[in-house]
């Protein structure tokens, strides 16, 4: 199996490119089956040349009277090539079902990421005669939330979970459980209990232990080598968890960069360089996760005159005050206070700085703090960080990115576990870049950015100077 990375700058037209040259190996050779894998809904349609049904909540494609899928073929889709959606239209009702039948059938097919990422290995019809082509870097890992810690530490106790001999990947030991359960040998003790999917995820190894009792479900790398050939789109790519994956499960691949380089663009950037308005983020971990997350609204001393005279309410008000004020802790003041300043901070950059309209900006935040630092004038502005492959900020000009991003702590141990070492520096940027180029950037177009964490501020500077070329 080969693997190629397309590792081309956000705007250049990867997905264009992709469907060109698909196109091409199809005329070379009409045995050539792909499938094709795309983060939402919006953009099979965009791939397969279809169109959604109007209103329809699933995006299923629209047919004609006689029950066929329309397409409109272009240059800038695969419509002639009559890719098909996965449905549910089968007796398990299950899209994954459906995904089966076309691998069996040996049909075109485009996708979602999330179908994808959780295809079994019995669905995998066909595959080593399937080019497979992911538009967008998967996200292979993840924290498997349905069993708490202190149950996963008692599993690890009782040897019913343990370790593999790469010290993280996890086995469940279903001997031991039917033991403990007083069940025959020929009998499954774990099918149709609560530790069913999680013993057929150890089974696919596909389960890892990181800080001695958090579970982390990672995507099978058993899948992609089924493959004959993968291609996968992206920019910056030794800054994402995928290329991590890929390392990890000694998975070679070869990056191919084409396109314009940060140092091409620079001219076209205005980074904010104030030294009142970046303070909030001077510091090295100043505006980090941890420096802003809070677990609850922040509550103000209450004033007698917001109670109209009733003093009964207002003793009420100040007793649950000093209640907040005794179980608050100091980390969590500070990050309200942070928050705080960081939402006075985007007013006067996009308002009275910039003059930014409505319709013509956008901004981050950790996502529970979006209303709180937003506000009632720009939380409709609010943008995830790691977002991908959306397009719908591509006409703005204005863009704040108000976070400190690090590598998340259990991708950092599954490398620290592993003989490469990973840029934590270019992982960081890479949200940033990819966050930037929401905008009208990505057509070329010159954009303003403020930046207030001082580490995040000189990494993008560093991009823009050629530093990562």
């Known amino acids: 199996m080969l693997i190629t990375v397309k590792d ?169 459980f039917g033991d403990m359960c007083n069940l025959s040998d020929g009998e499954d003790a774990v099918a149709d209990t609560r530790y069913e999917e999680l013993a057929v995820l150890c089974d696919n190894n596909q389960i890892l232990l990181v800080n001695g009792s958090v579970l982390l479900w990672e995507f099978s790398a058993e899948i992609l080598k089924k493959f004959k050939k993968v291609f996968i789109l992206s920019y910056l790519f030794e800054g994402r968890e995928m290329s991590v994956y890929l390392k990890k499960h000694k998975l070679e691949y070869e990056i191919v960069k084409e396109g314009k380089k940060g140092s091409d663009i620079a001219h076209l950037v205005e980074v904010l360089d104030d030294s009142k308005l970046n303070s909030i983020g001077s510091g090295y971990f100043d505006l980090s996760i941890s420096r802003t997350r809070t677990n609850r609204p922040k509550r103000y001393e209450p004033n007698i005159n917001d109670f109209k005279g009733d003093e009964v309410k207002y003793k009420a008000s100040v007793k649950r005050y000093e209640s907040y004020l005794n179980s608050v802790n ?92 990973v840029d934590e520096d270019l992982v960081s940027l890479s949200h940033l870049v990819q966050f930037v180029f929401r905008s009208a950037l990505r057509k070329g177009e010159a954009i303003k950015v403020y930046i207030p964490s001082s580490r995040m501020r000189e990494l993008f500077k560093d991009y823009l100077r050629g530093v990562y070329e």
């Open 8 to 176: 081309c700058i956000c705007g250049h037209g990867k997905t264009l490119g992709m469907v060109k040259q698909i196109k091409e190996m199809y005329k070379k050779n009409a045995n050539e089956v792909f499938l094709y894998i795309t983060p939402y809904l919006e953009q099979c349609h965009d791939v397969a040349g279809t169109e959604p049904i109007d209103g329809d909540e699933y995006k299923r494609p629209k047919r004609d009277k006689h029950n066929a899928v329309i397409y409109n073929p272009s240059d800038k889709n695969l419509g002639c090539m009559y890719f098909k959606h996965p449905n549910n239209n089968n007796s398990l009702g299950a899209k994954q079902e459906g995904l089966k039948t076309l691998m069996s059938n040996k049909d075109h097919i485009v996708s979602t990421h999330n179908l994808f990422l959780n295809m079994k290995l019995d669905t995998l019809q066909n595959a080593d005669q399937y080019t497979l082509i992911i538009d967008e870097c998967l996200d292979v890992f993840d924290k498997y939330a349905l069993l708490p810690e202190k149950e996963v530490k008692k599993l690890l106790k009782l040897n019913i979970l343990h370790l593999q001999e790469d010290g993280i990947s996890l086995s469940f030991n279903r001997k031991k």
């Open 330 to 421: 100091i980390s969590e003041l500070q990050a309200h206070e942070v928050n705080d300043t960081l939402r006075k901070n985007l007013h006067s950059v996009f308002t009275t700085r910039w003059k930014a309209k409505a319709n013509d900006r956008y901004f981050t935040c950790l996502s529970e703090n979006k209303s709180l630092v937003g506000g009632k004038n720009y939380h409709n502005n609010w943008l995830g960080y790691s977002t991908k492959a959306v397009n719908s900020f591509s006409d703005t000009h204005h863009v704040a990115f108000l976070m400190n991003v690090f590598i998340q702590p259990y991708i950092k141990q599954v490398c620290d576990g592993t003989d490469f070492v």
